[in-house]
Each structure stands twice: as structure tokens, then as C-alpha cells.
């Protein structure tokens, strides 16, 4: 009886690539598998395909304005207020209780003019009682010069001695000292009861109030506040930015009424301050108005503007700015490369739709208006037509 019959699979080899080492043929040698030929192929092919495809640089089409500095007006406003330039805190030189208060905010008044009266109650009492001083210090006198006289006639006869003359000249000189400082007291306590009324230096507005009537004042203390009525001006605050450029001149500036633009003057700059306030950091600055009219009332609003023409600057939108590490720059175009290249600029100041350039850039350059966002450096560009004119 046979044996079950089974079958056995052989692997196939691979198949062999045979070089011959020469032509007429010889030594097989260098045999390799097909697949050790379709490894390498494979990888080169993916490695193919994994390498990323060289463009052109992209050519970005700009916007652009040619620099060309020149000069322009000044056109710098600012708002502020009419004040007076002089103005004077009327006080009593005297401490009491206030009794009267006969103007108020508002009031015009002539010089000498009664403004308000203190209690004088006090002054009066203390004005009778320096009278009477004086009253018993001239009675005192009277009686030393008779006195001193009898003594010199007695001393003219032989019959006093010259010790008893001289006792009552003493007393006679004395007597006048006595005089004189009771009639001081009495025009002491005779200023202390005018002082109890208090006046108007000249003629103004009054344009604050510091006291009330029922209420103890002391000497010095404010009580009206008087401001010359011709002497006007305009004061506005202005920041730290607006003295970059110093003019040679003091130029003039324009202020007219901000709800009335119609009605204006014209002023010159009298003061600024040398220090900031601390609390706006703005600096205060006093313009004269030359003959104002009657509507420019204390307080009223106005609106300053300068009359000048500033140094040749650059003047661009404010689209061509761009920032730089916190700084302002913009973008310049490279004519003969075709690339722009960011230079920085410095700014004068900043207005509603362009920016005053001061320095940072030269008279022909070409600057970039528009997309400045988009823009990197050694960015080729095209200059769109009618751009760069």
C-alpha cells in the first residue's frame, strides 16, 4: 500500500541580474536582486515629490507719492478761554465778622466803590478808648509845661534849686511821649474802623466771591476777587508737542469765539509756563488780545490758531506710516532695484488725515502711500500708473 501523496511548495528565488565582466564574456560577478534595484527608485521618486517648487517672487503693485519739502501753514488750533490778565483778590486788613456784601459774580464797579463792611462794633469802642488816651495824655501835658515853667522862674530868681528844674522838665518830656503815643493809638484804632469797610482799588469786574456775610473772616482772606475789564486773555493748555518747533518770531495767533466763529481778534503770545501741570502734563499759555471785542466776555470759549508758516517739511497720509519696533517708518522704493526698503522717519505731529514729516527722509525719494502692511523687506513692487509722479 503507498503513501499518502503530498505536495511542497518551493519559494520562488528572486531573480538574478547577471553583468558579464567582459564582452566575450567571462566570470559572472556583481549579481543583484531586483529588488535591491526597486528600493532605491522607489525613494528617489518620493523624495521627488517632496521637494517644494521654486516661484518667482511675488511683484506687489504700490501706491506712491514723491517727497518734495516744502513749507505750509501753520494751521494749529487749540481751545481755551478769555481771562484777565490782571486780576486782584480784594481782602480786609483787618480780622471780624462780615455783616455786608454789597456786589456779587458779575458786578462793575468804579474805584472807591463800597464792596462789603465788617462789624465795628469793636473798632469804635477801641477808637473811643485811644480818644480818651490822647484826652488824658494832653491834660497830663498841660500840667507839666506849667509846671516846668514855674520851676524855670523860680531857678531865674535864686529861690528852687537846679535839681527840681530839671525833675519837672523831665516830667514835661514825659508828658509829650506820653501824647504822641496815645495820639499813634488813636490813629491806629481810627485806620482799624476804616479798614472795617472795604473798597475797591479800581475800577473791574468782580469775577469771584470768597465770603459770606454772617461769617468770621481773617485778615488777607479773600473776600471779592476784581479783574481789570480791558485787559483780556486768551489761555489755553497745550501739550508738550507743540513747542518741538520754536519759531525766531512770536507769531500771531488768531482767536475767535468758538460758538461765534465770526467774532475774532488777533493776540500775541505773552507767557508760557515753564512748568507742566501735574495733573493734565499740559503747559499753560497766556495770548494777549489786542483791542477785543465786547462779546469775548470772561470765560467765554474761544479758539486759538497761529498764523505762520512752518519749515519745509514732508506731509503724507496717514496711510504711509508704519511701525517698526514702537518707532514710525515708512516704506521706500528702491527706483533702479525695484524694492522697497523701510525708513525711518520722525514725526512733527500727528493731524486728522495725514502726518507733518520733519526728518528722516530727502527731497526725490519715493514713498509707498497705500498697503504698507503687506509689504516686507527687498519686496519687488510695481509702481501702478500715475503713481510716483
Known sequence: MRPASHTTFVAPRPARVYHRAGRNGGNLAGMVTARELLVPALLLALVGCNQPEVRAPEVRPVRTVVVDPKPIEDDRSAIGEISPRQETDIAFRVAGKLVSRLVDVGAVVAAGQLLARLDEQDFLNNQRSARASVDSAEAVLTEAKAAEERQRQLLANGTTTRANYDASLKNLNAAQAQLEAARASYELASDQLRYAELHADFAGVVTAIGAEPGQIVSTGQMVVRLARPDDKDAVFSLPESAFREQPEQLPEIVVSLLSYPDISTVGVLREVSPVADPATRTYKVKVTLKDPPAQMRFGASVVGRLRAETAPVVVLPGSALFDRDGQ??????????????????????????????????????????????????????????????
Do not use: F, H, M
Open 328 to 389: 514710525p517708518a515708512v516704506w521706500r522704493v528702491d527706483p533702479a532695484a525695484g524694492t522697497v526698503s523701510l525708513r525711518p522717519v520722525i514725526v512733527s505731529r500727528y493731524e486728522t488725515d495725514r502726518v507733518i514729516i520733519a526728518g528722516g527722509l530727502d527731497k526725490g525719494d519715493i514713498v509707498v502711500t497705500a498697503g504698507v502692511n503687506r509689504l516686507r523687506e527687498n519686496q519687488p513692487v510695481r509702481l501702478e500708473a500715475g503713481a510716483g509722479s
